[in-house]
């Protein structure tokens, strides 16, 4: 079961839910942002500078943390996001690399 | 530019108009039933008993054939489709192999 905050586990993941959340433009453009940072680094939602309101960031962000590719931990008032690398090539060994070779 | 058929070149693929085309249960099913026959295998629309009209059937294929992942040959009065297996292990490395552990 995903914990309280909708994050499943790895086992959980489901790789048509992962490539549906990969699909849309602007959560890709999330993830391969994510990518290009160092491991493990953490952003908030704003710091992307989607063009998007903030009910529909919050939409985006959801389906990335639900699917699994994201873990979003929270930070007093605002939410910080990580890629879930290890997670993700242990799950779908490759699935990043196509991300990386794509961006 | 894709072929009158709407065939896109090898080159021409892009990841994420392919990660949406995967995403829809449907089409993900008819791209890993082409994985698990044999290379080559073609199989017109109707051979996957999809329940879905005519003109859904139509659609879900247009977007599989413009992706990149299949390609449609006439046979007459129907349809055959193809996996492009080669030019997706081209342009997309270990791709096929996702589906194919997930199946």
């Not at 959560?27 to 710091?47: F, N, Q």
């Not at 990335?64 to 930070?75: A, K, M, N, P």
């Not at 007093?76 to 196509?98: M, V, Y």
């Amino acid at each position: 079961m995903p914990d309280a905050e909708g994050h499943p586990s790895t086992g959980e993941m489901d790789l048509r839910t992962v490539l549906g959340a990969l699909a849309d433009p602007l959560r890709y453009g999330v993830v391969a942002a994510l990518l290009r940072e160092g491991e493990g680094a953490a952003r908030t939602c704003a710091s992307f500078n989607l063009p998007v309101s903030k009910s529909t960031l919050t939409h985006h962000f959801r389906v990335l943390r639900e699917s699994g590719l994201i873990r979003q931990v929270d930070r007093g008032n605002s939410r910080a996001a990580t890629l879930r690398r290890e997670d993700l090539d242990q799950r779908f060994p490759g699935l990043l690399d196509l991300v990386r070779a794509d961006s």
